[in-house]
């Protein structure tokens, strides 16, 4: 989870990115990854907004979208909102970072 988005609007600094929680979120309100192609008109809005969660939590779903509005090169913004969702959902199944203290497990 290394991708962010970052830019500047009305004087505020944002930084756009997901992680585990904001990406349930979504799931929450009906995001699902394998509609994200199929169905556009409803999941790109819930990714962008989703984008917002992790460090702009107060920020109103109107604001969300007059900024995504004002984007330039949506197509490229999309490939990188995909790329940024699977990045978050490959984390879920990475190996822990620390070699000590970690559960080793078996099948009986």
């Known amino acids: 989870m290394n991708k962010k988005i970052e830019f500047d609007y009305e004087g505020k600094h944002y930084t756009l990115e997901y992680n585990r929680n904001?990406?349930?979120?979504m799931e929450r309100q009906g995001f699902t990854v394998?509609?994200?192609g199929k169905?556009?008109?409803?999941?790109l809005p819930?990714?962008?907004e989703g984008l917002f969660y992790k460090n702009?939590?107060?920020?109103t779903r109107e604001k969300v979208e007059e900024?995504?509005?004002?984007?330039k090169n949506k197509e490229t913004l999309m490939k990188n909102i995909a790329d940024m969702l699977n990045e978050t959902y490959t984390s879920l199944q990475s190996e822990p970072?620390?070699?000590e203290g970690n559960i080793d497990?078996?099948?009986l």
Do not use: D, G, R
Request: aromatic share 14%.
């Open 97 to 99: 970072t620390e070699k």
């Open 56 to 59: 702009h939590k107060s920020i």
């Open 22 to 25: 904001s990406v349930a979120l």
């Open 34 to 36: 394998e509609e994200f």
């Open 67 to 71: 900024i995504y509005n004002k984007m």
């Open 39 to 43: 169905k556009p008109m409803i999941m």
């Open 46 to 48: 819930l990714a962008f």
């Open 105 to 107: 497990w078996k099948i």
